[in-house]
């Protein structure tokens, strides 16, 4: 059984601010449980789309009575499989991410489409979808509703990292909600761990947009 979750949302920018706000969202203070990001590849196709692959190393809190279902040494952090692909004709962003952490316990999968809003053409209207799948036997049912909980508030944070980001690169001055130094002590700490996932990540299999 798979937990299945959508919803859209609304940026009042362009498809262009939105996108060049995307590849600089990282660090921003809704976003300090992600640690490090890489890029495993770049190219541009025959038709101008760029297609990316990164990998992001983010803290990951398992409650107490799903502890005891991971290694001691994963039970806090979580590497994560970004793939996005641009088409500046079509003026869409489409990115699936998936995580390669944790993935017997819980599989989180997500895609998003980036376009143009078709009521004002200056804002951005964002579609999103994931499914969150467990088999542990016993247990999916309860590890998938609290998947399912912490992805929602994941969406949250996201659009208000958005937000912050796209005020900064619009001159104003967002105020600061969260300790920076806290942020930059585990960001070097996960930059050890960070090399083992990037062979994982380049071996992962290649998911499909559509």
């Known amino acids: 059984m798979v937990k299945y979750f959508c919803c859209a949302d609304l940026l009042k920018n362009t498809w262009d601010q ?15 449980h992600v640690l490090t990001e890489d890029i495993i590849f770049r190219e541009v196709t025959p038709t101008n789309c760029l297609i990316s692959r990164r990998l992001l190393t983010k803290t990951s809190r398992a409650p107490r009575w799903m502890e005891r279902y991971l290694p001691k040494h994963m039970a806090s952090s979580a590497y994560i499989i970004e793939d996005s692909i641009v088409d500046p004709q079509k003026r869409t962003m489409t990115t699936l991410t998936w995580n390669i952490s944790h993935a017997r316990l819980m599989s989180v ?29 016993g247990l999916s049912r309860a590890i998938q509703e609290f998947g399912l909980a912490r992805f929602k ?21 967002p105020s600061r909600t969260l300790a920076e130094t806290a942020t930059e002590r585990a960001r070097e700490t996960a930059l050890a761990a960070k090399e083992k996932a990037k ?10 947009y559509v």
């Open 18 to 32: 939105v996108c060049v706000a995307f590849w600089q969202r990282y660090p921003n203070p809704y976003s300090n």
């Open 153 to 173: 508030t994941s969406v949250t944070k996201t659009m208000k990292s958005f937000e912050y980001v796209l005020a900064k690169m619009q001159g104003e001055t």
């Open 109 to 137: 999968e997500e895609r998003c489409e980036y376009g143009i809003n078709h009521e004002n053409g200056s804002w951005t209207e964002i579609k999103r979808e994931a499914w969150i799948s467990s088999n542990v036997y």
């Open 199 to 208: 062979d994982l990540a380049s071996h992962a299999q290649k998911k499909q």
